[in-house]
């Protein structure tokens, strides 16, 4: 220690006395909170006493002392200076007490003894030693005080604030290597996954403040591959958190060092699960989204948690109604290759660096093994080298520890003409001899073979084994439909989606979130300028590239209960909507969505009154601070095509959000995106050459008041 400490001493001494002379005057700045006791002293507390008192009696008894030994530059003769600030121009004035140099003065004292320590063999506590070393390395000048309202200069010339950050945001960025890629020298999906699951931990335990494990994974669409040299960008936040449960939202794009190209590779969404002592849960703390964009993704987790809640049931439904013949059975399957020549095993054992400091093994960690042991089983009915494109949504069963034995399994269950489903599996078992065995987890992957092109090619069938294997190889048929279903009608933009989507009892899931989403992602926009107000009610409008969108808000006495059973029964909107002749319920899907048939009156340029097929789809707050939605959107149906009497009209997004403001307080507010057909009158309105808008709602008003003790209603409750 008496070797290496004694340089870096009178390195720090020398550094600090060249940074003095630059600015004479000036003494180090340390903190008087931290200065050491004089019992650390060699000399005992009656040496540092009087050694102090040298150091405080002025500049020259400073210099003689060795506290001020630096030389100090020759001041050229001024006019109004005395004799004493000529000699000493780096003295303080007569008028500024001397201790007010105190604290930069102990820290060359505490120097001198610190060296005194070290030659003598005596131990240096640490206290000291970081008083010494943080005081000669910081600043040699004193603070200056800031006048009142005066603002602290930023660090460099250009320096602006920066942006607030979600504080549960983690990113991460990772150079691809030739260990983590395949024999094409594209990064492995198993290794990306890997990266995924540990970026969206982080930023889940983060925000849980105790350890967390993955519970499920929604679908993963891989758009690009990642070359050896190119940086995997990720980023990971908490969307929303439930009561145990958080959705972390995670995007992963790569970055090419060379050209300076950034490209998106995929979107997730991830549910992770906090854990206390011994396994036990954790309530979680509310997120509260910041900007636009936050609150978009928290106002639709909601919506995404039901959905995956519903998954095994709008499978098992998908089922029952699809015919029991296979694909198979209506081609010609002479050149069908066996499934069972597609199948593959292989074990893992979990050793400490595949598991986290909880001792449970990573859930990426899991994902990449049955990644691995996918491919090869695609390999082997393409014979060449597959590419992983999808990932089906998956849960997490149970947990795994270190020592444990995962037997992985992998088949391909169904091959479609450019694509190939492979069904993978994990269990878990403690010992060698174990017989029972933990499912942990089963997930479902589609795969493509590209050509020198980058062409999907062809594939040839599979021939399911009889029993299990044919009803895998059904279920992957219901999968693929399913997955069409979610990535062009939950993950596309509401520009990309036809305004009536045909709705079937397969899609009802999707619909249903699709209506929900588009309206929340409406009400959570920031820019809303206020266009028009009379009375209570008010009048904002939304310009964007293709859209108008209005919103008509105003306060009523009624529950927000009340108003929300009241308005999501289109059957009695015509009692407060003029625009409004008749509305048939036609399908009551479940307690939530129901399809309307809804007749409304001629338009200023039609002879014949529109008709629309509306699907209406009502949600409860989830948590404290939600608002009860309503929300409306056009489908298709057969049984009601498009009649000559009628002008078919479509709607992409309008409805209702009701705020509870207090037990008899409701804030009530209408969304619209205003169609070709229906944008003239919103503008006519807008520009205040109508009033036919605030009129319906005032209507609206007395409406929900008339019918508010309604006993009817109030049993009504769809």
Not at 468 to 483: F, L, Q, V
Not at 620 to 635: E, I, L, N, T, W
Request: hydrophobic share 35%.
């Amino acid at each position: 220690m008496k070797a290496s400490i004694i340089p870096a001493l009178r390195r720090a001494a020398a550094g600090a006395s060249r940074r003095s002379r630059r600015q004479p005057g000036a003494f180090p700045a340390a903190s008087p909170a931290k200065l050491p006791s004089a019992g650390h002293f060699p000399g005992g507390p009656r040496s540092a006493k009087r050694y102090l008192k040298k150091s405080c009696a002025g500049p020259h008894a400073r210099k003689r002392a060795g506290v001020c030994a630096w030389p100090r530059p020759r001041a050229p003769r001024q006019p109004g200076l005395d004799a004493r600030a000529r000699r000493c121009p780096d003295a303080s004035p007569p008028s500024q007490p001397w201790h007010r140099h105190l604290p930069q003065m102990l820290s060359f004292f505490w120097l001198r003894c610190l060296l005194k320590m070290v030659k003598g063999n005596v131990i240096v506590p640490e206290d000291i030693l970081s008083f010494c070393c943080n005081g000669l390395q910081g600043s040699t000048s004193a603070p200056r005080a800031r006048e009142p309202g005066e603002q602290e200069e930023a660090r460099g010339a250009m320096a602006s604030a920066p942006a607030a950050r979600n504080p549960t945001e983690v990113q991460m960025s990772q150079l691809v290597q030739p260990c983590h890629t395949n024999h094409r020298g594209e990064l492995s999906a198993g290794q990306l996954l890997k990266w995924i699951d540990t970026a969206a931990c982080l930023s889940a335990e983060r925000h849980a403040g105790c350890p967390c494990v993955t519970a499920s994974m929604d679908d993963i669409y891989f758009e690009h591959t990642i070359s050896v040299g190119q940086v995997v960008n990720i980023k990971a936040k908490v969307n929303r958190a439930f009561n145990s449960s958080m959705e972390v939202g995670i995007q992963v794009s790569y970055e090419d060092l060379c050209s300076g190209k950034h490209c998106s590779i995929c979107k997730a969404y991830a549910t992770f699960v906090a854990q206390g002592p011994m396994g036990s849960k954790v309530r979680l703390e509310p997120v509260i989204p910041q900007t636009e964009e936050e609150k978009i993704e928290y106002s639709i987790a909601a919506e995404r948690r039901r959905m995956r809640l519903v998954h095994k049931d709008t499978l098992k439904d998908l089922l029952t109604s699809s015919p029991q013949e296979t694909e198979l059975e209506t081609r010609d399957g002479s050149g069908a290759v066996p499934a069972e020549r597609t199948r593959v095993e292989s074990v893992e054992l979990v050793l400490p660096p595949h598991a986290n400091h909880q001792g449970n093994t990573f859930g990426g960690q899991i994902m990449a093994w049955m990644e691995n042991v996918a491919t090869i089983a695609a390999s082997r009915l393409c014979h060449g080298y597959p590419t992983l494109r999808a990932i089906e949504m998956f849960h997490f069963r149970g947990p795994s520890q270190v020592g444990d034995r995962l037997v992985l399994k992998a088949i391909v269950n169904n091959a479609f003409k450019n694509s190939m489903e492979v069904g993978v599996s994990a269990e878990a078992y403690g010992q060698e001899m174990s017989v029972s065995r933990r499912h942990i987890n089963s997930a479902f992957m589609t795969f493509v073979v590209l050509d020198q092109q980058g062409q999907p090619r062809t594939l040839p069938m599979v021939a399911p084994e009889p029993g299990d294997g044919e009803r895998r190889y059904r279920e992957a048929s219901a999968r693929k439909k399913i997955r069409l279903d979610r990535k062009y009608v939950v993950s596309c933009k509401q520009t990309e989606v036809p305004l009536s989507v045909p709705w079937d009892q397969s899609n009802k899931v999707y619909l249903s979130y699709n209506n929900v989403s588009a309206l929340k992602m409406l009400v959570a926009k920031a820019n809303w300028a206020l266009a028009r107000e009379k009375e209570k009610v008010r009048m904002y409008t939304l310009e964007e590239d293709k859209f108008l969108s209005i919103r008509i808000e105003m306060s009523v006495c009624i529950p927000a209960s009340r108003a929300f059973s009241l308005l999501s029964n289109l059957r009695r909107r015509h009692e407060w909507d003029s625009h409004y002749v008749s509305a048939e319920l036609v399908q009551k899907v479940d307690d939530d969505d129901m399809i309307y048939h809804v007749v409304s009156q001629k338009l200023r340029n039609e002879n014949k009154p529109q008709d629309f097929v509306i699907l209406a789809s009502r949600r409860k707050p989830c948590s404290k601070g939600d608002p009860y939605v309503v929300a409306f959107r056009s489908v298709t149906l057969p049984t009601h095509p498009a009649r000559p009497e009628f002008t078919r009209g479509e709607t992409l997004c309008s409805g209702f959000c009701i705020w509870p403001e207090s037990q008899e307080m409701s804030k009530v507010a209408y969304y619209n995106q205003a169609m070709p057909g229906y944008l003239t009158y919103v503008t006519t309105n807008v520009a205040g050459l109508s009033s036919d808008i605030c009129s319906t709602f005032e209507a609206c008003e007395k409406f929900l008041l008339k019918n508010k003790e309604d006993l009817i209603s109030r049993l009504q409750d769809f």
